[in-house]
C-alpha cells in the first residue's frame, strides 16, 4: 500500500514543509490500494453534501468507513483510481502549478469530474479558467484537432458547468474536418453544442469569402499601366482563396499567393495597392470570431 501525505505544504514527494499545517485526520483509500492522508475539514469546506454524507458524522458502523487499528485516524474508502482521487484533491486543496504526476488522461479527468459531481464539489469551480484543471484541458487541446474534439466533447456533455471549457476548446476545432466527428462523439457532445461547432465552421468560411469581395482599390489609369494587371490577378487570387476557403486559413496561404502572383506586377502602384489590400484582408480575418 503506498502512502501520500496530503497537505498544503507538502512537496512532490508528500513531505510536508509546513510545520503550522494541521495534521491530517483522514485516510481516502483509492481503489487501487493507494490511500492519502487529508484533512477532514478541507474536504467539508468544499464540499456542498458533505462528501457524499460520508463525512458529516463518520459513523463507524458504516461499511466504507472505519478506524485503522490503534490508529484515531478514519479511513475512507473511494471507488476511483489514485490518478483521479490525486487530481480531485487539487480541486479541494486548490493547488495550481503542476500535477504531482504526469498530465492525467481524458479518462482520468473524465471520471474526476464524476468524483465532484458525486461529492458536491462545484465543478465550475474547479475548472475556473486559472485553475490546475483548465490547464491540463487546455494541454490536450493544443496536442491534435482530435484530441480538442474529445474535450469539447467532455466540456459539452457537462454543460452549463463546463461551457467556458467547450466555447476555448473549439478555436483548436477550426482545422477539424467535420466528418471526423463521429457518431459517438456526436451524441456525447449533444445535438446542441454539435450544431454550435458546425455553426461555427460553416460561418468562418463564409465570412472569409465574404471578406474576398472587395477588390483593390486602383489608381488612376496611366500611359504606363491601365491597372489591367493588378484586376487579372486579383481575379485570379480570388478564384482559388474561394476553393480553398475553409474555417482556418493561415496568413501564410494568402502570404504565399501573394508572393506567386505578384513579380507579374510591374507597376510599382498596383504592387503596393495589392499588398495592402491583403494586409486588410489578413486584418480582418483574425478579428472573425473563432470560437462558438
Same mark, same amino acid.
Given at each position: 500500500?503506498?502512502?501520500?501525505?496530503?497537505?498544503?505544504?507538502?512537496?512532490?514527494?508528500?513531505?510536508?514543509?509546513?510545520?503550522?499545517?494541521?495534521?491530517?485526520?483522514?485516510?481516502?483509500?483509492?481503489?487501487?490500494?493507494?490511500?492519502?492522508?487529508?484533512?477532514?475539514?478541507?474536504?467539508?469546506?468544499?464540499?456542498?453534501?458533505?462528501?457524499?454524507?460520508?463525512?458529516?458524522?463518520?459513523?463507524?458502523?458504516?461499511?466504507?468507513?472505519?478506524?485503522?487499528?490503534?490508529?484515531?485516524?478514519?479511513?475512507?474508502?473511494?471507488?476511483?483510481?489514485?490518478?483521479?482521487?490525486?487530481?480531485?484533491?487539487?480541486?479541494?486543496?486548490?493547488?495550481?502549478?503542476?500535477?504531482?504526476?504526469?498530465?492525467?488522461?481524458?479518462?482520468?479527468?473524465?471520471?474526476?469530474?464524476?468524483?465532484?459531481?458525486?461529492?458536491?464539489?462545484?465543478?465550475?469551480?474547479?475548472?475556473?479558467?486559472? $485553475?490546475?484543471?483548465?490547464?491540463?484541458?487546455?494541454?490536450?487541446?493544443? +496536442?491534435?484537432?482530435? *484530441?480538442? @474534439?474529445?474535450? #469539447? !466533447?467532455?466540456?459539452?456533455?457537462?454543460?452549463?458547468?463546463?461551457?467556458?471549457?467547450?466555447?476555448?476548446?473549439?478555436?483548436?476545432?477550426?482545422?477539424?474536418?467535420?466528418?471526423?466527428?463521429?457518431?459517438?462523439?456526436?451524441?456525447?457532445?449533444?445535438?446542441?453544442?454539435?450544431?454550435?461547432?458546425?455553426?461555427?465552421?460553416?460561418?468562418?468560411?463564409?465570412?472569409?469569402?465574404?471578406?474576398?469581395?472587395?477588390?483593390?482599390?486602383?489608381?488612376?489609369?496611366? $500611359?504606363?499601366?491601365?491597372?489591367?494587371?493588378?484586376?487579372?490577378?486579383? +481575379?485570379?487570387?480570388? *478564384?482559388? @482563396?474561394?476553393? #480553398? !476557403?475553409?474555417?482556418?486559413?493561415?496568413?501564410?496561404?494568402?502570404?504565399?499567393?501573394?508572393?506567386?502572383?505578384?513579380?507579374?506586377?510591374?507597376?510599382?502602384?498596383?504592387?503596393?495597392?495589392?499588398?495592402?489590400?491583403?494586409?486588410?484582408?489578413?486584418?480582418?480575418?483574425?478579428?472573425?470570431?473563432?470560437?462558438?
Amino acid at each position: 500500500m503506498i502512502r501520500r501525505d496530503w497537505t498544503a505544504g507538502a512537496d512532490s514527494k508528500g513531505i510536508n514543509h509546513d510545520v503550522a499545517a494541521p495534521s491530517t485526520d483522514l485516510v481516502l483509500s483509492a481503489e487501487d490500494s493507494v490511500t492519502f492522508q487529508v484533512h477532514r475539514a478541507r474536504l467539508l469546506a468544499a464540499s456542498t453534501n458533505g462528501f457524499n454524507a460520508k463525512l458529516p458524522t463518520l459513523k463507524l458502523e458504516e461499511s466504507d468507513v472505519k478506524v485503522e487499528p490503534h490508529v484515531e485516524t478514519l479511513i475512507l474508502d473511494v471507488p476511483y483510481s489514485s490518478a483521479v482521487v490525486n487530481i480531485l484533491l487539487h480541486a479541494v486543496y486548490k493547488e495550481d502549478g503542476l500535477l504531482r504526476v504526469e498530465i492525467p488522461s481524458l479518462t482520468d479527468i473524465y471520471f474526476t469530474i464524476c468524483a465532484l459531481k458525486e461529492y458536491g464539489i462545484p465543478c465550475n469551480a474547479s475548472f475556473s479558467d486559472t $485553475s490546475l484543471l483548465f490547464g491540463v484541458m487546455a494541454a490536450h487541446c493544443q +496536442t491534435s484537432p482530435l *484530441a480538442a @474534439l474529445e474535450v #469539447y !466533447a467532455l466540456a459539452a456533455a457537462h454543460a452549463p458547468d463546463l461551457h467556458h471549457i467547450a466555447v476555448y476548446s473549439s478555436r483548436f476545432l477550426l482545422p477539424l474536418e467535420f466528418a471526423r466527428i463521429t457518431d459517438e462523439i456526436a451524441v456525447a457532445m449533444g445535438s446542441v453544442y454539435l450544431f454550435r461547432l458546425s455553426q461555427l465552421l460553416v460561418r468562418r468560411t463564409q465570412q472569409f469569402k465574404r471578406l474576398l469581395l472587395p477588390p483593390p482599390q486602383l489608381h488612376e489609369p496611366s $500611359s504606363h499601366c491601365d491597372t489591367r494587371v493588378l484586376r487579372e490577378a486579383w +481575379t485570379l487570387m480570388t *478564384a482559388f @482563396l474561394m476553393w #480553398y !476557403a475553409a474555417p482556418e486559413v493561415k496568413d501564410a496561404v494568402i502570404d504565399d499567393l501573394k508572393d506567386t502572383i505578384i513579380d507579374r506586377i510591374q507597376c510599382k502602384r498596383c504592387r503596393e495597392m495589392l499588398e495592402q489590400r491583403l494586409d486588410t484582408l489578413k486584418r480582418a480575418w483574425a478579428l472573425v470570431k473563432c470560437t462558438i
